[in-house]
């Protein structure tokens, strides 16, 4: 092997070595639980916004572990006012510089996009999109009550360590994400031998 046939093959093994050591980084940067509380309320009917009458304690709470070396699970669970919230928890797979869920399951409106919700770290905050694009249609609607949105951002300064990975670990969204995973998997493959 000649030195010129060198250098390219080392280049490239450097390229290879960098892409691997992305999704690993990234998981390092974000992996942990991001809360945050405040104050909600429910109004009654025909009193104004500004007119609150049951004020509660409110609480936005991102989940975020490294599964695999593609592959992060999340959860999140955001409140909005009138007890409205969205919910949605799967495996979210390092695709171009952020994770993304990819829901398994049909979109329950043919004319909605297929859920698909981004994960990543932009500007000191960890940010969570189901929009395509900053105009795009919101894509896991299904997951949010009336005023939910999946569209959310909160400071890195607010993550913490997980202390409860056990019971995490052996939840039921948890297991699910795994076999969807699964599922998605195996079908993707079969669908590749053909």
Same mark, same amino acid.
């Given at each position: ?76 669970h955001l409140d909005f006012y ?6 949605? !928890?799967?495996?979210?797979?390092? *695709?171009? /510089?952020?994770?993304?869920?990819? =829901?398994? @399951?049909?979109?329950?409106? &043919?004319?909605?996009?297929?859920? !698909?919700?981004?994960?990543?770290? *932009?500007? /000191?905050?960890?940010?969570?999109? =189901?929009? @395509?694009?900053?105009?795009? &249609? ?18 890195? =300064? ?37």
């Amino acid at each position: 092997m000649t030195l010129r046939s060198l250098v390219p093959l080392l280049a490239a093994l450097c390229a290879c070595t960098a892409a691997a050591q992305e999704p690993a980084q990234l998981m390092d940067k974000m992996a942990g639980v991001y809360k945050q509380r405040f104050m909600s309320a429910t109004i009654t009917p025909g009193k104004g916004p500004g007119e609150a009458d049951v004020p509660y304690q409110a609480e936005d709470v991102i989940e975020i572990v490294p599964y695999d070396a593609g592959h992060v699970y999340v959860r999140a669970h955001l409140d909005f006012y009138n007890g409205h919230m969205c919910d949605i !928890a799967g495996m979210a797979r390092y *695709e171009q /510089g952020a994770f993304v869920y990819h =829901d398994p @399951a049909p979109s329950p409106l &043919p004319q909605d996009p297929q859920c !698909a919700l981004k994960v990543s770290v *932009e500007h /000191g905050k960890l940010t969570i999109t =189901d929009r @395509a694009a900053p105009d795009a &249609p919101a894509s896991c609607r299904a997951y949010c009550g009336a005023r939910g949105a999946l569209e959310y951002s909160i400071g890195m =300064d607010k993550r913490r360590a997980i202390r409860y990975l056990d019971r995490l670990k052996a939840s039921r969204e948890y297991g699910r994400a795994i076999d969807d995973l699964h599922r998605t998997e195996s079908q993707t493959a079969s669908g590749r031998a053909r």
